[in-house]
């Protein structure tokens, strides 16, 4: 199984101040023959389920504000929130669907310094 | 409006059965591939299994493969998920969730979730 992991496990963060996550994947989730990153990014806040922000590493889902960015490639992944707001309070994951089984990360969380 | 709602998690013993539903609305099942994906309390979510658009192609997370089986009825659209010999590790919040289209298998819309816990 592909390994993710993420860091750091929790993050605080001044309102309007850049967060920034990281995904460490324990071999390569670059899909050689189309030069795809198989990496999504979702957020989750309590209570609900993730929802999807990021796919093929860096495209940004329909509707998901444009402060959201996802870079990388091959094992190393970032999350970047570039001014962060009250409601981006939540848990974090990475997820990789290169192979089965499809794995996430073990999340980072997110709150306001 | 896509709607994934999900039931039939309960409180059931060491190795007993059941068997989770998923219904959607504002999609045609047929047309795209569904997933389960859990959540034990406080964990991060853990793929289960996955079913493609004709519902021949299924794939199992090891952990629980061999147990549970996954299937859905078109004309009722609905999603299942049969559990049997269920382990207190099978803790956890079910969801149901949908392949996005030209993502690989990102998931973009999800149910609430329904809870199934594993307990004497």
């Known amino acids: 199984d592909i390994l993710m992991t993420q860091s750091p496990d929790s993050l605080s963060v001044s309102l309007g101040e850049r967060a920034t996550i990281n995904c460490k994947s324990s071999?390569?989730?670059?899909?050689?023959?189309?030069?795809?990153?198989?990496l999504a990014w979702y957020r989750q806040k309590p209570g609900q389920p993730p929802k999807l922000l990021i796919y093929?590493?860096?495209t940004r889902e329909s509707g998901v504000p444009d402060r959201f960015s996802g870079s990388g490639s091959g094992t190393d992944f970032t999350l970047t929130i570039s001014s962060l707001q009250a409601e981006d309070v939540a848990v974090y994951y990475c997820?990789?669907?290169?192979?089965?089984?499809?794995?996430f990360g073990q999340g980072t969380k997110l709150e306001i310094k | 409006e896509v709607q994934l709602v999900e039931s039939g998690g309960v409180l059931v013993q060491p190795g007993g059965s059941l068997r989770l539903s998923c219904a959607a609305s504002?999609?045609?099942?047929?047309?795209?591939?569904m997933h389960w994906v859990r959540q034990a309390p406080g964990k991060g979510p853990e793929w289960v299994s996955r079913?493609?658009?004709?519902?021949?192609?299924?794939i199992y997370a090891d952990s629980v493969k061999g147990r549970v089986t996954i299937s859905r009825d078109t004309a009722k659209s609905t999603l299942y998920l049969q559990m049997n010999s269920l382990r207190p590790e099978d803790t956890a919040v079910y969801y149901c969730?949908?392949?996005?289209?030209?993502?690989?298998?990102?998931?973009?819309?999800w149910g609430q979730g329904t809870l199934v816990t594993v307990s004497s």
């Open positions: 079913i493609n658009t004709d519902g021949l192609i299924t």
């Open positions: 969730a949908r392949e996005r289209r030209d993502s690989g298998t990102a998931l973009d819309y």
């Open positions: 093929w590493a860096s």
């Open positions: 071999q390569s989730v670059l899909y050689s023959s189309n030069n795809k990153n198989y």
């Open positions: 504002g999609i045609t099942l047929s047309s795209y591939w």
């Open positions: 997820q990789q669907y290169y192979t089965t089984p499809y794995t």
